[in-house]
């Protein structure tokens, strides 16, 4: 397994998380994006010349003077453009910025608000992208602030693995033997309680090894901090069985302490459950029984933010412990295409990943695939819905 790092000093001061206000996103408060939401690592080699970036038109020196062309997107709430299918997105703690992974590349890029879209390269590792493989999602360590360390869902040419990225260690795998087939490879990684890591596995097209005790395919699975240091040694335990053909894993930011949520592409319906603490039962939130192909999630203070093709959603729960949402309310309508990733921070910043890209996509070849992030804060106007209010369905 290679793992090459590359030297980009302004990326990586904005990506440690004591290093705040990297980027200004106060001028996002009356961009289209915000009114949808109002209503409801160093050295080493560059990875080939083919994975890297584009660079943007070198006239363009602000985002109030920024034209339209290759690589640049008008719409103020595109923090980053011009990349190879999204992965999994990863707010940097303490900095309005996120970590982006490149599915087809294996690249890990820093987004965050500049002069330019054009994301910093932060770290590179290898990947067999073949089919929808590659880098499928990215987990920042707990202690990331002073162990740097990044955490990846990756395919291979024989399996998909979780593997643990450093600066001085390189890459080095934390669980191996994930079933790898032509399609059906996605996979979802997430921190929990106790500094534990979530794993949700695809069925790789098997349904029979979904519910199969000793397959590691289709299940959400619970590695405990001490297997986390590499060396392949994890045994993890199986929190749930059955999973379809991906999904995305996600916490309450919070309460992380409390349920796992996580979407579903079953095969007869693409479904949004959550697993209450200290339980191993999963409880149906909301179903879609024409399989629009859901994917990312992201929760705060029992709103739900769903990807579901090219919509947005928001699920509000109810008051208590039980009991369903009210009908799903559409934030973000097919504005910037198939959407990916959804992720969130503790400050208030929803991001998620655009994977026009992908097969059956329809790309705009300026600028896909795109991250869009609203703005961070606090309470009161200009907030994503259930970061401030939460958004309330229209009266039928």
Not at 2 to 10: G, I, N, P, Y
Not at 103 to 111: E, K, V
Not at 295 to 320: E, H, I, N, Q, Y
Not at 353 to 364: E, I, Q
Request: one cysteine or more; proline letters at 10%; a negative charge.
């Amino acid at each position: 397994m290679k793992f090459r790092a590359f030297a980009a000093s302004a990326a990586l001061a904005c990506a440690l998380p004591l290093v705040a206000g990297c980027a200004d996103f106060e001028h996002l408060n009356n961009s289209p994006f915000q009114d949808a939401f109002q209503g409801a690592l160093s050295g080493g080699k560059k990875p080939p010349p083919e994975q890297q970036q584009p660079s943007p038109p070198q006239e363009q020196q602000g985002p109030d003077d920024r034209k339209p062309g290759p690589c640049e997107d008008l719409d103020p709430a595109v923090i980053a453009t011009c990349i190879n299918i999204t992965g999994g997105i990863a707010p940097i703690p303490g900095a309005q910025a996120a970590l982006v992974a490149e599915r087809g590349t294996g690249n890990i890029l820093l987004a965050k608000r500049g002069p330019s879209q054009k994301p910093a390269l932060v770290t590179h590792v290898d990947v067999n992208a073949a089919g929808d493989g590659g880098l499928m999602d990215i987990a920042l360590s707990p202690q990331f602030g002073t162990d740097g360390a990044i955490f990846a869902y990756i395919s291979t040419p024989s399996d998909n693995r979780v593997v643990r990225l450093t600066k001085e260690g390189g890459a080095s795998d934390v669980l191996v033997g994930i079933p790898h087939t032509a399609d059906g490879n996605y996979g979802s990684i997430q921190f929990g309680p106790g500094g534990a890591l979530y794993v949700l596995t695809s069925s790789a097209g098997d349904e029979a090894a979904a519910a199969d005790p000793n397959s590691l395919a289709g299940k959400i699975l619970r590695i405990e901090p001490n297997q986390l240091e590499g060396g392949a040694h994890a045994e993890p335990e199986i929190i749930t069985s059955g999973l379809g053909s991906g999904g995305a894993l996600c916490f309450d930011i919070d309460d992380p302490d409390s349920t796992l949520w996580y979407t579903n592409r079953s095969p007869v319906k693409d479904e949004l459950l959550r697993i209450p603490k200290g339980t191993k039962s999963p409880q149906l939130v909301w179903s879609w029984p024409d399989r629009p192909g859901v994917s990312g999630c992201a929760v705060k203070k029992m709103v739900a933010f769903v990807a579901v093709r090219d919509k947005l959603l928001t699920l509000t729960m109810p008051t208590g412990a039980s009991g369903l949402p009210a009908p799903p309310v559409v934030a973000v309508d097919g504005k910037y295409g198939a959407l990916g990733d959804v992720a969130a921070s503790a400050s208030g910043m929803l991001c998620f990943g655009t994977v026009n890209r992908s097969p059956g996509g329809k790309p705009n070849e300026n600028v896909d695939d795109r991250v869009v992030c609203s703005a961070g804060g606090g309470g009161g106007g200009g907030n994503v819905p259930g970061f401030g209010e939460p958004p309330k369905p229209k009266d039928d």
